[in-house]
């Protein structure tokens, strides 16, 4: 005897196959981190090159986006450089810093939540 097999589509409306039940498990949505702003503080000693050098080398900004920004820091006393988790904008911050510190000049960055 050949059995044939039977389809969805075979079934009355109601009726269930024991081996097709699908068990669904929900998961607990997990909260997104929060977001810190890494900003650049405007000086009266540190060159302008040395900006745009520190926007191209830790934050990966073409030369023309570095002195834009610069140009806003300069402007305005401050400017976004870059919204990371907190420990990237830490070590951003951190690396800024001492970057500007072996260079001895008096350059402020800092970050803040978004």
Same mark, same amino acid.
């Given at each position: 005897?050949?059995?044939?097999?039977?389809?969805?589509?075979?079934?009355?409306?109601?009726?269930?196959?024991?081996?097709?039940?699908?068990?669904?498990?929900?998961?607990?949505?997990?909260?997104?981190?929060?977001?810190?702003?890494?900003?650049?503080?405007?000086?009266?000693?540190?060159?302008?090159?040395?900006?745009?050098?520190? &926007?191209?080398?830790?934050?990966?900004? +073409? /030369?023309?986006? @570095?002195?834009?920004?610069?140009?806003? %820091?300069?402007?305005?006393? &401050?400017?976004?450089?870059?919204?990371? +988790? /907190?420990?990237? @904008?830490?070590?951003?911050?951190?690396? %800024?810093?001492?970057?500007?510190?072996?260079?001895?000049?008096?350059?402020?960055?800092?970050?803040?939540?978004?």
């Amino acid at each position: 005897m050949i059995q044939q097999p039977i389809h969805m589509s075979d079934k009355k409306d109601g009726e269930r196959d024991g081996d097709a039940a699908v068990v669904v498990q929900t998961r607990p949505k997990t909260k997104r981190p929060p977001l810190y702003k890494v900003l650049l503080l405007n000086d009266d000693y540190t060159p302008m090159e040395f900006v745009v050098h520190v &926007l191209e080398r830790f934050f990966g900004m +073409s /030369h023309a986006q @570095a002195f834009e920004i610069m140009l806003t %820091v300069h402007k305005k006393g &401050l400017a976004v450089v870059g919204v990371f +988790s /907190h420990e990237i @904008a830490e070590t951003k911050v951190t690396q %800024v810093m001492d970057f500007a510190r072996r260079h001895q000049h008096p350059l402020q960055c800092t970050m803040e939540k978004e």
